[in-house]
């Protein structure tokens, strides 16, 4: 069955501190990776999405992922954070699945930033 | 362009009541989906529509109900709330094949009591 796991529910980091959310992904064709981030009471919006070629993708916000086929992992990064950064990130896998197009999140990790 | 509106923002509800949350696009997507967000748990399609006119059950359809009347609108109506249906409600939307991303709405934040 198809899943999406992170596994780290919370993480504080102080600003300025280098980051890394991990996210792990069963899927049995070429996935479609995506991050997506949700400050408090606001929607999700998109950080950045792999579809294929160049492994290592750049997105908003200065974070990027890298994508493992071989551990199947889709790791967020960002090489100094922002206080701003604090928020709650989703990665998810897009598919074609029973017919119609999906996207299945994982749990989220909610990530605290220190002053 | 205002992408995925959703209305209301906010909505307290007694056990046994009726709502409908609403969505509109002025994106001219074909697909639009509902989800619920819950604590620990991500987000969970409800509902989704491929096109004007068809809907089809997600992972959690169980006492929800959609309607997709024309392009812009996909609507989720609960006939008989409960607790259990406290959540966050997102809608979405996509166009294209599974690479494009999607776009959410703000979200309904929905308590029932």
């Known amino acids: 069955a198809q899943s999406v796991t992170q596994p780290d529910i919370h993480i504080t980091v102080s600003e300025g501190a280098s980051l890394e959310l991990r996210c792990n992904y069963s899927?049995?064709?070429?996935?479609?990776l995506f991050w997506y981030v949700q400050s408090p009471g606001q929607g999700l919006q998109l950080l950045l999405k792999?579809?294929?070629?160049?492994?290592l993708v750049q997105g908003i916000k200065g974070f990027e992922a890298e994508f493992k086929r071989s551990q199947s992992s889709f790791n967020l990064r960002k090489p100094s954070v922002h206080w701003s950064d604090a928020a709650e990130y989703f990665c998810?896998?897009?598919?074609?699945?029973?017919?119609?197009?999906?996207?299945?999140f994982g749990a989220g990790t909610r990530l605290a930033v220190h002053p | 362009n205002a992408g995925v509106t959703q209305t209301p923002k906010f909505q307290v509800l007694k056990t046994g009541q009726s709502m409908t949350l609403q969505c509109a696009q002025d994106m001219n997507h074909n697909s639009m989906y509902w989800y619920r967000q819950d604590p620990g748990m991500g987000l969970r399609l409800i509902y989704y529509s491929a096109s004007e006119g068809t809907t089809d059950k997600g992972e959690v359809p169980n006492g929800y109900n959609v309607s997709r009347l024309n392009k812009r609108e996909f609507s989720l109506r609960l006939e008989s709330a409960a607790p259990s249906q406290t959540s966050v409600y997102f809608c979405a939307t996509k166009t294209g094949t599974a690479s494009y991303g999607y776009t959410f709405g703000s979200g309904t934040r929905l308590t029932v009591v």
């Open positions: 998810a896998v897009g598919m074609f699945s029973g017919g119609y197009n999906k996207l299945i």
């Open positions: 899927y049995g064709a070429t996935p479609y």
């Open positions: 792999y579809f294929s070629g160049d492994t």
